[in-house]
């Protein structure tokens, strides 16, 4: 791949659903993978891609400030953001992660998606077991049928690992990418 369309893949992940999804992403670009504390500022100037992946942790992507810090020194660049969690994939999801985490300029300048990852409780931060028991309790105040069959599967395997990454979803981001170097 040549200096003009070198990719970086930057990742912050928890429990390794982003760490396996940025994994998917560099060997499918030949891009450079980093663990976001690994990432010296003055080396993205090197890409003339960026894409960055976090989990989501009550509707913040994790790390974000790192885009936002150095937002005026890569806005010239392709930037791309994916984010990992356990709600349904749509564009209202998107809608609502964007919302919550971006400004308009940079929403305008950014691409964002939304990747499922994995959940097991036993593996859980306590905050995150408080947390995720709260959601356990909303989904269970609601009437059966008003639930959709992902929250249904959730609240019948609570207790149970559940992996919903998927290789596959990589590829509207990695044809993203393709099309850049164009």
Same mark, same amino acid.
């Given at each position: 791949?040549?200096?003009? @369309?070198?990719?970086?893949?930057?990742?912050?992940?928890?429990?390794?659903?982003?760490?396996?999804?940025?994994?998917?992403?560099?060997?499918?670009?030949?891009?450079?993978?980093?663990?976001?504390?690994?990432?010296?500022?003055? @080396?993205?100037?090197?890409?003339?891609?960026?894409?960055?992946?976090?989990?989501?942790?009550?509707?913040?992507?994790?790390?974000? @400030?790192?885009?936002?810090? !150095?937002?005026?020194?890569?806005?010239?660049?392709?930037?791309?953001?994916?984010?990992?969690? +356990?709600?349904?994939?749509?564009?209202?999801?998107?809608?609502?992660?964007?919302?919550?985490?971006?400004?308009?300029?940079?929403? !305008?300048?950014?691409?964002?998606?939304?990747?499922?990852?994995?959940?097991?409780?036993? !593996?859980?931060?306590?905050? &995150?077991?408080?947390?995720?028991?709260?959601?356990?309790?909303?989904?269970?105040?609601?009437?059966?049928?008003?639930?959709?069959?992902?929250?249904?599967?959730? +609240?019948?395997?609570?207790?149970?690992?559940? &992996?919903?990454?998927?290789?596959?979803?990589?590829?509207?981001?990695?044809? +993203?990418?393709?099309?850049?170097?164009?």
């Amino acid at each position: 791949m040549d200096t003009k @369309n070198k990719v970086a893949v930057i990742y912050k992940s928890k429990y390794g659903s982003t760490k396996k999804y940025a994994g998917w992403i560099a060997i499918k670009l030949d891009a450079d993978l980093y663990e976001l504390s690994d990432v010296i500022n003055s @080396n993205l100037q090197d890409y003339e891609t960026i894409i960055y992946g976090s989990s989501l942790h009550a509707g913040k992507i994790k790390g974000l @400030n790192f885009i936002t810090k !150095n937002y005026d020194k890569i806005k010239d660049k392709n930037i791309i953001i994916f984010t990992v969690g +356990l709600s349904k994939c749509n564009n209202k999801t998107i809608e609502k992660i964007a919302d919550d985490n971006f400004n308009e300029e940079v929403l !305008n300048n950014i691409r964002l998606f939304y990747l499922k990852g994995a959940f097991d409780y036993k !593996n859980l931060t306590i905050i &995150d077991k408080i947390m995720m028991k709260g959601l356990k309790k909303s989904l269970e105040n609601k009437s059966y049928n008003e639930l959709e069959e992902g929250d249904k599967k959730f +609240l019948r395997d609570f207790y149970s690992p559940m &992996d919903f990454t998927n290789k596959k979803s990589v590829t509207p981001i990695v044809e +993203l990418v393709s099309s850049f170097e164009v």
